[in-house]
């Protein structure tokens, strides 16, 4: 009610202007004043819009029309008679009526651009400061413009504070190039959206990690205005992407790793050293497992297996990288080693194996294992894995409990 009675404030206001003007230009023929009936009827254009300038029109045509009409008026400098009077004033009120209605109509559209534009700011001020991801508009060098309120919960700085700062100063120093370079695909792609992960910095000096999607943003010429940046906390997230990962690579029986990181450690290896690097690879199997099974029940086994586990720990060097490839059945990588070296290893190893309570509820229970040793050279994992197996074979067949160097 109190914009509505504000507005008809305004248009009666203007209006009396426009009639005051109107009455004190045609009240008298000396003069040429007709210009100041258009500034009036213009004014009332912008002030009330087209409804006004409409009714503005109006008024200005009958009184200069009356006025016109009873003799008087500027127009009467024209001529005196009264038909050319008519037609200039005609003409006048033509040339206010293509001045102003353009003027009205462009003032209507910047007002609806206006009004358009208050809404999507409050609805963009809404969802900024309800929203748990983090807003933040920065120009195209990445110094910050607006940071949403969220960068207080989630990094703990002040959005005030962070005006005028470079977006990378809150970004941990390992992925700098990265989100520099993610910046600056942000301004190749003049509008796509980018996204990047990276380690962000919270206000204490620790790191969390932030999935970022930006695009540019392009003013009216094409050119980019700045850049709109949402970044969601995906630290827990990233958190169980790698428990699952380090899941997929592990034995969770014996918390080794599984056949698959295996290979993948050892060309990793093979990759850093090349064909120059004298390592080894050795094969072990528990003798009789399929008996302890029987004998004294799978979790008797379960526990053999992790028993092993952790005696291969503590006997292999630090270097060393042993892995459960399946069942009874573990690999070990012996890194900088000789073959001589590598049996020397893997035979203390056997030794403990066989003189060790793996299964402490079960003090009479003994294991022993085989095992084959071979050279990993050039020809791969698989076939030195092979050639292993062949010599861990030749070991079983010998008695078991003792091992074989591949031929």
């Known amino acids: ?17 426009v009639l005051a003007t109107s009455l004190l230009v045609f009240s008298q023929s000396q003069l040429p004043l007709l210009f100041l009936p258009i500034l009036a009827v213009i004014l009332a254009a912008v002030r009330t819009g ?12 009958i009184l200069g029309d009356v006025a016109t009409v009873a003799g008087r ?32 109509a462009d003032l209507q559209n910047r007002s609806q651009i206006l009004r358009r534009l208050r809404v999507s700011e409050e609805r963009f001020r809404v969802l900024a400061e309800h929203s748990a991801d983090i807003l933040m508009h920065m120009n195209a060098e990445g110094r910050i413009r607006y940071v ?18 470079n977006g990378l100063d809150f970004v941990a120093p390992e992925h700098a190039e990265l989100v520099r370079a993610g910046h600056a695909k942000v301004l190749a792609s003049r509008g ?66 599984n056949r698959r990181a295996f290979q993948s450690l050892v ?7 090349g064909d ?49 490839l399946g069942g009874e059945e573990f690999a070990i ?23 060790s309570m793996l299964v402490r509820r079960l003090p009479e229970m003994r294991v022993t294992v085989s095992g084959g040793v071979a050279a990993l050279g050039p020809e791969g994992l698989e076939c030195v894995l092979k050639v292993a197996d062949d010599a861990l074979y030749t070991a079983k067949r010998s008695g078991r409990d003792q091992l074989a160097l591949a031929a």
């Open 1 to 17: 009610m109190a914009v509505l009675a504000a507005k008809w404030r305004d248009m009666l206001a203007v209006l009396g202007l």
């Open 50 to 61: 087209r409804e006004g300038a409409a009714i503005a029109v109006v008024v200005l045509a």
């Open 73 to 104: 008026g500027p127009v009467l400098l024209v001529s005196g008679e009264l038909g050319p009077q008519l037609q200039s004033f005609q003409f006048f009120l033509a040339a206010t009526v293509l001045t102003v209605l353009p003027v009205s």
């Open 148 to 165: 949403s309120p969220s960068m207080q919960t989630l990094g703990g700085h002040s959005p005030e504070q962070l005006i005028g700062m």
């Open 192 to 257: 796509e959206v980018v996204s990047f992960r990276y380690l962000g910095l919270t206000v204490t000096g620790g790191k969390r990690w932030f999935h970022t999607q930006s695009r540019a943003l392009l003013d009216e010429d094409g050119n980019i205005d700045g850049v709109l940046s949402v970044s969601r906390d995906v630290t827990e997230q990233v958190a169980e992407e790698e428990r699952l990962q380090a899941a997929a690579l592990t034995d969770l029986l014996t918390g080794l790793p």
């Open 267 to 273: 060309k990793a290896r093979r990759q850093a050293v």
């Open 276 to 324: 120059d690097g004298q390592d080894c690879i050795a094969l072990l199997d528990i003798d009789f497992f399929k008996r302890v099974n029987d004998s004294w029940g799978h979790d008797a086994g379960d526990e053999v297996l992790r028993g092993f586990a952790i005696v291969a720990r503590r006997e292999l060097r630090q270097k060393d990288v042993v892995a459960r």
């Open 333 to 355: 990588l012996l890194p900088d080693t000789s073959l001589v070296q590598a049996m020397q290893i893997c035979e203390r190893l056997r030794a403990t194996i066989g003189r």
